[in-house]
């Protein structure tokens, strides 16, 4: 390593953050849900692609572009490395040599240096900066070459090496080298020369790597206990590891310092996704303030680095921001590397990395090389490893200067002899737990988190072994759902054996165990609502397996499965082929996926006494699409309060935002503060408000063809069950209101474009509301919203009524029906969702505010052409009745127009008829041989026209009045048919799935068939009409 000389001056540096992104290989879930990738790499250029605009390309440029998604093979180390000399797959080493490299020269030459790593959940963090098993990564092989430097340079120089490793979770610091927690966490100091530091963290001496390897894995344990005992998850968490490498010049009394940050920073997730928003409660928490307030500070920097006026650097908002101060815009020199997923899936959440990087280069730092004479060393120096803000020391004449180098060496001769009584007690620790590993059966912890797995490991020696929360026990284990004395564990005859003590949660392979069950090697093991363990038998038992393919989605898919949760029981397997379709196995994924949190949620509810039971829902949206298409679904959760059978409905993203709250208040709890919380703040609250209940689809059809059509529809619940019945009028009447006729039938609908079409939805009543029947105090309301129509329109709020009575109607007119409207009737269903009141909630009103209405007072639908012709946003509301006076008007006098025509073409007919009578007449009285008679003779005379006419138009009405029978008919088919296949049989029995399939199947053919015949039918009537008319048009004139 090249070492610059050392002058008495600091040499400034100016220099940007470097960046680098980083796109990781689709993880089972990405492959599974079928995802598409959207990144692309060219050198030093990443273009994301929108996967729903795919035309929407952008192009980031960074100092560094890793491809490590694709092209590569594991060797027989287990590293990554490219599958074929023209790969460009960039593995572990790749990024070392740019990244890690890098930093280790500025440490060299005397230059603070940090590396962050950024991006969302899983997104290859801890990959480039832990790395895992053989497939290390940066910081330990920057700690390793560090080290083989320094033997190389020995003779030249002293080097010390100082290592501290913290986590920060919720602004509280956790010194991860440290078994006692400080309450409250470490707190941040600020200092005039040494800055922010954190006071009476853990320092340790390292003389090698394979310390530093220990130290980093003793870290992980104490991170994996605390993120058990806090209920949290790690990827919430930041964790930061620093090396203070000193250089101590012996002969100049001259030192260079460097301290190097490397950040694991937690999740990125936006608020949107995180769930935050749209809730009432924000993550209030502080889990992301450090990660919002170093998006902050970032972007205060970018824009000082762009010219523009930045009165004020956010630094002091939160512990991340203070500890890395110097990091960003200050003595450092700063790496970024922005990890990212290749999946569509995860497209939004991918491009706000990128922007966040984009922004983060901009940001210019001002290095300094750290010398310093032994004087300001020593007083700094002291200050860190003491951990006090003033060492009260005064200024040291330079004649102590001998001294001082002696007691600098001695100091640190000291501190080394001290750390080596701990290693070697570690080591014997260490050893033994090696030997236990090789000899013993033991529980080995599986985490959500990869970097956590295995780092606990309970040894079962012979005889009996507790396991709980108090330290009584063998094994005592923290965590959500554990009890004081949980299970026992029992070693003997070479055989080991588990039982719960009474109600408390074992689960074997999936399956909930209350007798004493005896454990095969391989077993997997959840105690409590979700501490998972893998059992390793006895050595006699175990082979070379891949313990990798036991990770935690393994365990979650397993007991989803145990308790009879399928793709196929959700309803995402396709009917015809048995395939999973893989847009909609995302939903099962998120299903398996929930589960556990749900668990969790649920026991601290219970711990918490809150009476809440949460249940996990897929709801479908087919439910919503007026089209009735079994597109998509989602997972949601239901929300019961036991007590007073309250319910709500929450998504996903709500679930999960709420799950942080919790935590924090059940950490509270734990932390014996007690459970209470302002009603507004509880995560376990919120006001009353109306449910969703159902959704019923009333087919429009028979409005395309001026029908009237009364029905009776189910409301179809989430699970495809029936909620109530809806008994519901659809009318197509006059502007006044007065009902057509059965003869106003159209046959064609296209016979209605461009004119007038009013019509009444009729909302009669609803029954056998089961809401309502489960507690009489309830009441319902009813929405619906048509075609184009703004808001949506809600029938007044029923109560204490099984079967209410609504009589309510609304009248709505298509000033000129368009092609679209007349469409959407042909082949839309008007969507009617019932929602459930209870007591002291909300109930929904109508605003009138974007409604249009006719001079009548009718609510207007179809009003896209004429908005086209007057921007109504540009119309003021004086303006607006004006307007609609004068389309009335206009509307008055094409209706008189029309009237006019058509009395004009009756006297035509009139006048044709007496023009021939008296033709006839005169006819008579010439001779009969004339060819023009003939000719005349063909045409029918005028009584015998009427009569055609008159038989037309019977026949026409009685095709109307079949046509109408016909689609009512359809209308309920397709409705039953909806019903039919949405139900599904309560639980999945094997003997009953292929018999499912057959019959789904069936349906799904049936449904098919009807809609063809349909169409067909509809083309047939188009055309006999369009024949009918080119008939008789020329008959007519
Ligand atoms: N470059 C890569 N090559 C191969 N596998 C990778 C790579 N990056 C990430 N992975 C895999 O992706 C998974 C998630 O990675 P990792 O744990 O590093 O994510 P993370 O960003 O640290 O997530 P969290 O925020 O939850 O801590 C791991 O199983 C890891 O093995
Ligand atoms: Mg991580």
Known sequence: MDIEKVGEMPVLSTDRVRVAVRVRPFSQREKSSGSQCVISMHSQSTTIQDPKKREHVKTFTFDLAYWSHDGFQKNEDGVLIPSDPTSKFAGQSDVFRDIGRATLDSAWRGYNATLLAYGQTGSGKSYSMTGFATDKGIIPRVCEELFQAIEKQKEKLEAQVMFSMLEIYNEQIRDLLSRTKAPGGLKVREDQQLGFFVEGLKWVPCENYAQIEKLMEQGSKIRMTASTNMNANSSRSHMLITIQFKQVFLDTAVTKQSSINMVDLAGSERQKSSGSEGDRLREGSRVNLSLTSLGNVISALADSAMGKKVLHVPYRDSV?????????????????????????????????????????????????????????????????????????????????????????????????????????????????????????????????????????????????????????????????????????????????????????????????????????????????????????????????????????????????????????????????????????????????????????????????????????????????????????????????????????????????????????????????????????????????????????????????????????????????????????????????????????????????????????????????????????????????????????????????????????????????????????????????DLWGLQEGCVHFGFSQLDVLLTGEGHIMVDTKNFSTVKNMSQITSNQVPELYQKLLKLEQETELLRHVNRALKEENVSLKASLERTGSAQQGQKSDNLKGTVMTAQLPTARETKQMCAQQASCDAQLARALKVFYQGMSTARGQLLTLRQCRPPEADEMLRPFVHQQSQMLEDLEDLLESSLRKLKSDVAFIVKKKKEHLLPSQQ
């Not at 299970?487 to 392979?509: E, H, L, R």
């Not at 799950?659 to 007690?674: A, D, I, P, T, V």
């Not at 129509?789 to 000129?816: D, Q």
């Open 320 to 832: 991340l921001t203070k500890l890395l101060q110097s990091a960003l815009g200050g003595n450092s020199r700063t790496t970024l590397i922005a990890a990212i997923s290749p999946a569509d899936i995860c497209y939004e959440e991918t491009l706000s990395t990128l922007r966040y990087a984009e922004r983060a280069k901009k940001v210019q730092n001002k290095a300094v090389i750290n010398t310093c004479t032994l004087v300001r060393a020593s007083r700094a120096e002291n200050k860190l490893l003491l951990g006090f803000g003033d060492a009260g020391a005064a200024e040291h004449s330079a004649c102590l200067l001998a001294e001082l180098q002696l007691e600098t060496r001695v100091t640190w001769a000291h501190l080394l002899e001290q750390a080596r009584r701990e290693w070697a007690q570690q080591h014997a620790a260490l050893s033994q737990e090696q030997q236990m590993v090789k000899t013993l059966p033991h529980l080995f912890n599986v985490n959500e988190d990869p970097q956590l797995t295995g780092v606990l490991k309970f040894f079962l020696h012979s005889g009996s072994c507790d396991v709980g929360q108090t330290a009584s026990n063998a094994i005592c284990l923290q965590g959500l759902g554990i009890s004081d004395k949980h299970a026992s564990f029992m070693n003997s005859d070479g055989k080991v054996t588990v039982v719960p003590y009474s109600n408390c949660k074992v689960i074997v392979n999936g399956v909930p165990v209350t007798n004493r069950t005896k454990l095969q090697h391989l077993d997997r093991i959840i105690l409590g609502s979700n501490s998972a363990f893998l059992y390793i038998g006895f050595p006699s038992e175990r082979g070379a397996e891949d313990l990798s393919r036991f990770d935690y989605d393994f365990f979650q898919l397993e007991r989803a499965i145990a308790e009879g949760v399928s793709a196929d029981m959700l309803g995402t397997v396709s009917p015809r082929d048995g395939q999973a379709d893989p847009s909609i196995l995302a939903v099962f994924q998120d299903y398996v996926k929930l589960m556990p949190l749900v668990v969790e949620a649920n026991q601290m509810s219970e711990e918490l006494e809150k009476g809440l039971k949460m249940e996990l829902k897929v709801k479908n949206l087919a439910l919503s699409d007026s089209r009735g298409c079994d597109l998509q679904k989602e997972v949601m959760v239901k929300v019961t309060k036991q007590q007073t059978r309250e319910v709500w409905i929450w998504s996903k993203a709500k679930f999960i935002n709420r799950k942080f709250l919790m935590e924090e208040l059940y950490q509270g709890f734990l932390e014996s503060k007690g459970n209470q919380v302002a009603q507004e703040d509880d995560p376990f609250w919120d006001p009353v408000e109306a449910v969703h209940l159902g959704s019923a689809h009333v087919w429009l059809q028979s409005l395309a063809h001026c029908m009237m059509l009364e029905e009776q529809v189910e409301f179809v619940n989430c699970d495809g069950l029936e909620e109530a019945v809806l008994h519901i009028r659809i009318t197509p009447c006059s502007p006044e209101g007065w009902a057509h006729a059965e003869d106003d039938m159209v046959t064609d609908p296209l016979e209605l474009l461009g004119k007038r079409v009013d019509f009444q939805i009729h909302i009669v009543r609803c029954l056998g509301v089961k809401w309502l029947k489960e507690d009489a105090n309830r009441g319902i309301q009813m929405g619906y919203k048509i075609y184009d129509l703004p808001n949506i329109l809600y029938t007044k709020p029923v109560w204490n009524s099984v079967n209410p009575r609504i009589e309510e109607t609304v009248h709505f007119a298509a000033l000129g029906a368009s092609r679209g409207f007349l469409n959407y009737l042909l082949t839309n269903a008007l969507i009617v």
